[in-house]
Nanobody, 124 residues
Framework: QVQLVESEGGLVQTGGSLRLSCARSGGIFSVSGMGWFRQAPGKEREFVAA????????YYADSVKGRFTISRDNAKSTIYLQMNSLKPEDTAVYYC?????????????????WGNGTPVTVSS
């Protein structure tokens, strides 16, 4: 059983920074990678960033490239999302997710486990 727990989000000003973390427990070999998604009120959940199980590859949505950085600790039990140059458009609930074995994309349907989400609000 894999469980994911996100750190607390927060309220930041436009142009500010925030770092999120996601702690994973159990089942490291039951997933093929981990990533972050976000969902704004009334909008569909969208992909933000991901990192392979080995940590050798990272992926980013075009909307956050150059501003966000995904990383993991040495034990591979925690991933992070460093969010810089935040914009009001980044306001959303951010979800940590773990991809199922055999999945070849970062679509929502490929995710086997989800955290409960943590809200991030960027003031306009």
């Amino acid at each position: 059983q894999v469980q994911l727990v996100e750190s607390e989000g927060g309220l930041v000003q436009t142009g500010g920074s925030l770092r999120l973390s996601c702690a994973r427990s159990g089942g490291i070999f039951s997933v093929s990678g981990m990533g972050w998604f976000r969902q704004a009120p009334g909008k569909e959940r969208e992909f933000v960033a991901a990192i392979s199980r080995s940590g050798g590859s990272t992926y980013y949505a075009d909307s956050v490239k150059g501003r966000f950085t995904i990383s993991r600790d040495n034990a591979k039990s925690t991933i992070y999302l460093q969010m810089n140059s935040l914009k009001p458009e980044d306001t959303a609930v951010y979800y940590c997710a773990a991809r199922r074995l055999g999945a070849t994309s970062w679509d929502i349907d490929g995710m086997a486990y989800w955290g409960n989400g943590t809200p991030v609000t960027v003031s306009s």
